[in-house]
């Protein structure tokens, strides 16, 4: 069935699978059959889930005869950090739009963690102001940079989520479902951070090309649940078109929790450090104060309520951010001092 998508250009980052483990620990403590699908340890830069995507945007680029690519995010955009490591190790110049899209000033946010990686991969960033849309911040810095330089370098939009982007989530649940097979896994229900939409899509849409009964639960952390489900929703049917999927009713398949927000994107509350610190407890897993550590709590949330939302076998997709954490340094002291954390 998945025979059609084997014919997209990719570009081959990622070596073998990444791991899928037990999660032996939580398995005990909470009876239910917990594993986890190590995306964070891909063996590119810092590993995440956007090495995926670029397997796929990098290999569109390259047919497209780019030789400079440019993206954008956040400040601590892993997307941003990562596209220029793999840009780098294809030999292609990159431009990053960050944008002041978190409100917290310190130090060690404004140039530690992502932002020294750009720095080490010699990209070249131009800095927007809170408020910014990311992909219009991309659209005017391509258009500065051809017109300083006569060529407009290849765009990447936001999270790399995009029809493109997103077939590296449809190969991760190929993987997964592989994965599944070989420990004896019929079904599931798998949890994993959901932001610019194109894991999720992905991940929907390759499970059902892999034929595996798998409930894909999305923890929103930055848009709200309509915004997000749509977003989500368009990409499957952008995806399912371009494969030739008929027939399928994606909006059906689409779950999405966006109750682990908190007071934003890129702010973690309490509950979240609570969750990163059982992480490391339990299983000495590190997840990041961003993406992974609000979805692990919304795992845990899952657990504790003994919701029916959870199958027998649960999966936790870790999709990266070790990274971002390192811009986090001064959350710590100040949740034990119990201050305000920004
Ligand atoms: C560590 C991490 N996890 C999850 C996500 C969310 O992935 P997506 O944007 O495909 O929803 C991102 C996106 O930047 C990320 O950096």
Redesign the pocket.
Known sequence: MNHKFEIFPRVPLIQQATPFLPLDRLTELFNVSLWIKRDDMNGVGAG???VR?LEYLLADAKQNNASAIITG?GVQ???ASTTAICAKRLGLKSYLALVAAVPIENEHYQSNGNVFLNQLCNAEIKRFPKGSNVNKCIEQYAQEIEKLTGSKPYEICM???NVIGSLG?IKAALEIASQMKAHGIKFASLV?????????AGLIVGFYLAGADVDVLGCS?VYDKPKISQMVLELCQQLSQLLGITNVNWAEKINVNDSYIGDGYGLPGKATWESIDIGIETESIIF?P???GKAFNYLLDLLREQSSLLRKNTIFLH???MV?LMGYQNFTQKIQSDQSLY
């Open positions: 995440g889930n956007k995507k995010g955009s892993n997307h999270g790399g989520s989530y994993h951070a959901s932001g610019s939409a194109g894991t999720q952390v990041d961003c993406y992974t999709t990266g951010g971002g």
